[in-house]
């Protein structure tokens, strides 16, 4: 009898759980057929310019898409932004959506614009001076990137100056952290201590000040595809919290050639951060 009424128990709850996970998926489907988001209808031949929210001390929070939008803007390509803190299919941002197909990666959505849009902007290099800028883009896309990416989201964390630079939730700002603090374990620099860092991200910007030294572009008197990857970088060091030490550089000049270039890259290609659709 007992043994009846535990087995009667039993079925009860299975009916009970079967019967909710049932509800869940009608009221899932239900919904999906009803309220499913309707997919945006963006003009042909456009540029679909997806990434993360803007801020009003550079075009962007991320050194990717201020480079994306800065070749855009240097290989005269129309594109339409689009901010949001959604990731490509790859989990990365920024990305694009061109005649209703995404695309993933900067350097990726380049090579394919250059090839659509029949645009070579690195074409006035030799072979060697090609050389010179990709490690210079590798150098900074592949190393000072997660110096400043630690430095803004990991080792700033909960500093006000951080939040107030673009309109980010708190479980963004916490979920940038644990992402940041991941990723840069994985990736190595993350494994070193605060100072370390500081000392690669130092070194780093270094030599990209000597390099480009008195020169307006980073390979001489005319701007090519790498600068815009450059130029993205070097706008991160605005974005930084008051009192990080890459401020603190920006506010004492310890880069003047840095300084110039930037300001030289922005009144060219970005006159005015809040005009960029
Ligand atoms: N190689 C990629 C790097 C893009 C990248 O790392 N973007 C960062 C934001 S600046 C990102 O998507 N982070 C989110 C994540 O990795 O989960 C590119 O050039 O687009």
Redesign the pocket.
């Known amino acids: 009898m007992a043994a009846e009424i535990s087995w009667s128990c039993t079925e009860i709850f299975g009916t009970f759980v079967g019967s909710g996970i049932l509800l869940l998926v009608v009221a899932k489907l239900v919904c999906r057929f009803f309220f499913a988001e309707k997919p945006t209808e963006y003009p042909k031949g456009v540029v679909i310019f997806c990434q993360?929210p803007k801020t009003p001390v550079a075009p962007n929070?991320?050194?990717?898409?201020v480079?994306?939008g800065t070749y855009m803007r240097m290989a005269n390509i129309p594109y339409q932004n689009v901010y949001s803190m959604k990731?490509s299919p790859k989990?990365?941002?920024?990305?694009i959506i061109y005649n209703g197909q995404a695309y993933?990666?900067?350097?990726f959505?380049i090579e394919f614009l250059n090839k659509e849009f029949n645009v070579d902007l690195s074409k006035h290099l030799t072979a060697k001076e090609k050389a010179i800028a990709h490690s210079m883009r590798k150098m900074t896309?592949e190393s000072l990137?997660w110096t400043f990416?630690m430095n803004r989201w990991v080792q700033s964390y909960g500093d006000p100056t951080i939040s107030r630079l673009a309109t980010l939730s708190g479980l963004d700002l916490w979920k940038l952290k644990m992402?940041t603090s991941v990723?840069s374990y994985f990736q190595g620099y993350g494994r070193h201590t605060e100072e370390e860092v500081e000392r690669i991200s130092r070194q780093d910007l270094q030599a990209l000040n000597d390099h480009i030294g008195d020169k307006p572009y980073l390979m001489g008197d005319k701007p090519c595809e790498e600068d815009c990857a450059v130029f993205g970088m070097i706008a991160m060091m605005w974005l930084m919290r008051e009192s990080s030490f890459i401020t603190k550089m920006v506010k004492e000049n310890t880069y003047p050639n840095l300084t110039i270039y930037y300001e030289k890259m922005k009144n060219e290609f970005w006159p005015i951060y809040e005009e960029q659709s």
Request: aromatic residues 12%; contains cysteine; positive net charge.
């Open positions: 993360v929070l991320c050194p990717f898409a480079k994306l990731l989990r990365k941002t920024p990305w993933s990666d900067s350097q959505i896309e990137y990416i992402a990723m």
